[in-house]
């Protein structure tokens, strides 16, 4: 009896079948086979492609990572573009701090839940008050929709004329005053 030698490790398959076993189109796979994808056999005048599906798997899961860490296929003239592009970043980012054209995030947290604030207070303080004051006696659903949206819409519009975030909010010098003031206080 003869004993074949089993394959263990993935299976041949054809275009079709590996773009159905990754959930990806064949335009996918044609792709990839260009970016190296591991060919068993190629295709061509009477003869499907085949791939192997564990190395497929393998070549991906390389191809995932690689891309991940963004040196895919990165030879040296793309590595040092890459470079002088991150320092032409951090050199207009060390003059946008230079002119005060940037906020710190947490001032900018601040100034936004102050803001938020303002709105929720606006929503609460106005809307139900006028609202219940034109909905008295009304049992329409309908009428109670467009009068609710209407109120809304006219607290949001006052909101909006209103400058909810000025540059008090995001002033540096203040707010480390501030910061100051309130150390001592503490010590105090």
Do not use: Y
Request: with cysteine.
């Amino acid at each position: 009896m003869a004993v074949t030698k089993k394959k263990t490790r993935g299976r041949d398959v054809n275009r079709t079948e590996l773009a159905e076993i990754n959930g990806v189109s064949l335009p996918t796979v044609e792709s990839w086979v260009r970016r190296g994808c591991p060919v068993v056999q190629r295709g061509g005048r009477g003869r499907a492609w085949q791939f192997n599906t564990a190395e497929v798997r393998n070549w991906r899961e390389d191809d995932i990572r690689a891309e991940a860490s963004h040196t895919t296929h990165a030879n040296k003239d793309d590595l040092l573009l890459r470079k002088l592009a991150a320092e032409t970043e951090q050199a207009e980012l060390d003059l946008a701090k230079a002119k005060d054209e940037l906020v710190p995030v947490e001032q900018l947290e601040r100034a936004l839940t102050k803001a938020f604030g303002e709105v929720r207070a606006g929503m609460r303080n106005v809307v139900p008050g006028r609202a219940a004051r034109r909905l008295i006696g009304e049992t329409d659903e309908t009428k109670f929709k467009v009068v609710l949206l209407e109120e809304i819409d006219h607290a949001l519009g006052a909101l909006a004329d209103d400058d909810l975030i000025n540059e008090a909010d995001l002033d540096l010098e203040d707010d480390e005053g501030d910061n100051a003031e309130g150390e001592g206080a503490k010590g105090a």
